[in-house]
């Protein structure tokens, strides 16, 4: 059986319901592959053992080059390439620089953040998600489970243990 | 172990449920809209279009045909420029500043703010432009970009340079945090169209969706993404009226050289914005059927918000008067005096009355809970608000230091007009924004849709 096609979806109708199963799943040795749900469900990070974002270094690093670029930018154009005095002040005078160095590295941090975040998460607009179950962004929270990496365990015994652990429902799903 | 307190009022009324929140929001994107949308729309396009019209004789015989003289050089175009800005800062302040405070009501709120933060600035963004005259030709005045004339660059010493990187990072900003927003949302909309068997639909909105499937690692980092973004646009959000003030505040006009400006301006900003996202949340609730979502609460806490800016706005015009007297320098004394007793008196106390004594009938908890009342104030605060800008801006400059060239500055109907046709195309924006988007965010509601103590007892 190849990893990655057959799934058992299990379907759950409650967060704090879910946030319980999960832990019940992750203790009987199951691997959970996915949980869908249709709002941020708090702890779900603590109970499925996901590491922390790294976005927010990514967003540092980019504002760190919106500044550079913006104060190189400046410092080059009014003190370098054609210097000039204005309100007599230095060619290359740092205070009223600051609000375009400020704007910038809002601008490049939010812009490349969110460009990474779409990146790693993998979306795009021309691609078609895999759905598991479409519930799983109106009001149901959806656990998969890959059949092939749980090879340990029978696909009943799987189920079973989805149903203790609270799901409502307990489906097949297979991706060709 | 988590422990929840049942002490606040639940946010959603009526017993909602996750699946209600779907259901109650998705259905306006997909129903035919009301009669009541289809006659407003058609009273936006009108108006749109008389405003165009007058948009493209100002481009074609230049600005000319406004009614600024040689003393009053700044009039309409900047005073719509600086009130649409400030409308727009409502929008961020629920959205980004709300978030880091963990204020929950913002929640069915933020969406439609935010909204009109971005029709608000591509508003105000059309007046520099247009004032520009030429505008085909103001990549080189604005942008940094190599340019024919020598290699001489922009000013980067210039308030109106700063201006330009701020507002189009600022309209950047609330686009990309507006638009993440809408991504889960998107996506509930598209798994409903396949569930309704409407394919194009579905394919539709999932290319807006990019794809979104709502997995517990994409929405972990979605929320630090959202986080992050809250963050960077609550200063973003403060800088950015603090440098349009100081288009005024780093000039040498008595009445604009005043270092109270940039607080004074952000709050004012506030003030009118909250007084705009009223006027529009009280007209969707009704149209929508959203009473459930936007309760009578929101409506008492956003009042509330009212009260304190201006309070604040009141308190700034109470200082600058004082200062002006007590800073004994003559021409600043006589600027005031000027606004209070000059030709322009009407528009000084306009502005005081709406926005100074009106916003204090909401410490009245009957007015700040009436629909009516609020809508009423809502729309006196942004009367007041425009006032405010037109008295800053157009009494300082219409008595010059010479009296010879003392005058009054008289609009003609292309001020109007265009002014208009920021009407047109904001409202325009707007409905289509209401009919084709989720107007509430879903996901961040469908989380509060449960108050807390019913999570305890399972």
Not at chain 1, 33 to 44: A, C, K, L, R, T
Not at chain 2, 189 to 197: E, L
Not at chain 2, 391 to 399: A, E, F, G, N, P
Request: neutral net charge.
């Amino acid at each position: 059986m190849n990893a990655d096609k057959n799934f058992l979806v299990g379907v759950f109708n409650d967060e704090v319901v879910l946030l319980d199963g999960i832990k019940k799943v992750r203790t009987s040795g199951l691997k959970i592959h996915e949980v869908f749900s249709p709002f941020p469900v708090h702890g779900i990070d603590d109970a499925l053992g996901l590491k922390r974002s790294r976005l927010p270094r990514a967003a540092f690093l980019f504002g760190l080059t919106g500044t550079t670029l913006a104060l190189t930018m400046q410092i080059w154009m009014l003190g370098y390439d054609w210097p000039m005095i204005i309100g007599g002040k230095n060619y290359a005078s740092l205070p009223p620089f600051i609000p375009v160095t400020f704007e910038l590295t809002v601008l490049l941090s939010a812009l490349g953040m969110v460009a990474t975040f779409l990146i790693v998460s993998d979306m795009k607009p021309y691609k078609w998600p895999r759905q598991f179950d479409i519930r799983s962004t109106d009001d149901k929270h959806v656990m998969a489970i890959d059949l092939a990496l749980n090879s340990g365990k029978s696909k009943d015994e799987i189920a079973r243990i989805l149903r203790e652990a609270g799901a409502s429902e307990v489906n097949e799903k297979n991706f060709e | 172990m988590q422990v929840f307190s049942s002490v606040r009022d639940p946010l959603v009324t009526g017993g909602k449920t996750v699946g209600d929140v779907s259901h109650d929001i998705s259905r306006h994107v997909e129903n035919k809209p009301p009669r009541s949308w289809w006659l407003a729309l058609a009273i936006s396009l009108v108006v749109l279009a008389y405003g165009l019209y007058c948009v493209c004789t100002v481009l074609w015989n230049g600005i000319g045909v406004w009614g600024l003289n040689k003393t009053v050089g700044w009039a309409w175009d900047i005073t719509n420029f600086v009130w649409w800005v400030g409308i727009g800062h409502a929008g961020t302040l629920i959205s980004a500043i709300l978030l880091l405070f963990r204020q929950k009501w913002r929640m069915s709120i933020n969406r439609a703010a935010e909204a009109m933060t971005i029709f608000a600035v591509i508003c105000a963004a059309t007046f520099p432009l247009i004032h520009m005259g030429r505008l085909w030709l103001g990549f080189y005045w604005a942008l940094p970009l190599p340019n024919a004339f020598g290699s001489l660059w922009a000013n980067f010493n210039s308030p109106l340079l700063w201006d330009v990187f701020a507002i189009s990072t600022y309209f950047t900003v609330s686009l990309v945090f507006w638009y993440i927003g809408l991504i889960p949302d998107f996506a509930t909309i598209r798994d409903r169209a396949v569930a309704q068997g409407s394919m194009l639909r579905a394919q539709i909105y999932n290319a807006m969706s990019f794809g979104w499937q709502g997995g517990a690692k994409t929405w972990m980092r979605y929320e630090a993404v959202a986080l992050i973004l809250a963050g960077l646009s609550t200063p973003l959000v403060l800088s950015v009226h603090t440098i349009v003030s100081m288009d005024f505040a780093t000039s040498v006009i008595p009445g604009w050289h005043t270092t109270i400006f940039p607080p004074y301006f952000v709050a004012g900003a506030i003030f009118s914005g909250f007084a705009m996202v009223l006027t529009l949340l009280l007209i969707t609730r009704v149209v929508f059927k959203l009473e459930d979502y936007i309760t009578i609460y929101h409506i008492e806490l956003m009042n509330i918000i009212i009260i304190v800016t201006g309070s604040v706005v009141g308190i700034a015009y109470i200082t600058e008067l004082f200062i002006s007297w007590y800073s004994g320098v003559e021409y600043e004394g006589y600027a005031f005096y000027n606004r209070v007793q000059g030709p322009y008196a009407w528009s000084y106390w306009s502005m005081m009355t709406c926005n100074v004594i009106s916003p204090q009938l909401f410490w009245i908890k009957k007015i700040r809970t009436s629909i009516v009342a609020t809508f009423v104030l809502s729309i006196v605060v942004n009367i007041g608000m425009w006032f405010e800008r037109f008295v800053i801006i157009v009494t300082s400059l219409h008595r010059d230091y010479v009296p010879s060239s003392w005058t009054y500055f008289h609009p003609t109907k292309y001020d109007i007009g265009e002014y208009l046709f920021t009407f047109g195309l904001f409202f325009t924006a707007f409905l289509l924004f209401a009919k084709f988007f989720p107007v509430i965010n879903m996901a961040e509601v469908k989380s509060i849709v449960k108050t807390d103590s019913e999570k305890v007892s399972h």
